[in-house]
């Protein structure tokens, strides 16, 4: 079973930067399929970013502000966040993207406040 690890959340002004990291366990994460997502108080969680072996894919909210990145060597997602805004504040959470959702126990995410 996989399991992920979040990290590098925190409080940031507005226009601000942070790069969160998804670190997965197991043989098969560096092939899989990962996804970023983040659920604001009160809402829905939400896709923001994807990377598989061939390309990325964004929300439109962050489209041009983030950049979602991996280092296979370390089982590790990044995701780049600048320019950030008050509306992405969230708590921050990495997944496997299996079957076009999430598919493996949810980590305990980061937190990311933006102050404007």
């Known amino acids: 079973q996989v399991q992920l690890v979040e990290s590098g959340g925190g409080l940031v002004q507005a226009g601000g930067s942070l790069r969160l990291s998804c670190v997965g366990s197991g043989s098969t994460f560096r092939f899989d399929t990962i996804g970023w997502y983040r659920q604001a108080p009160g809402q829905q969680r939400e896709l923001v970013a994807r990377?598989?072996?061939?390309?990325?894919n964004y929300a439109d909210s962050v489209k041009g502000r983030f950049t979602i990145s991996r280092d296979s060597s370390k089982n590790t997602v990044y995701l780049q966040m600048n320019s950030l805004k008050p509306e992405d504040t969230a708590v921050y959470y990495c997944?496997?993207?299996?079957?076009?959702?999430?598919?493996?126990?949810w980590g305990q995410g980061t937190q990311v406040v933006v102050s404007s």
């Open positions: 990377i598989n072996s061939k390309s990325t």
């Open positions: 997944n496997v993207i299996r079957y076009s959702g999430p598919s493996v126990p």
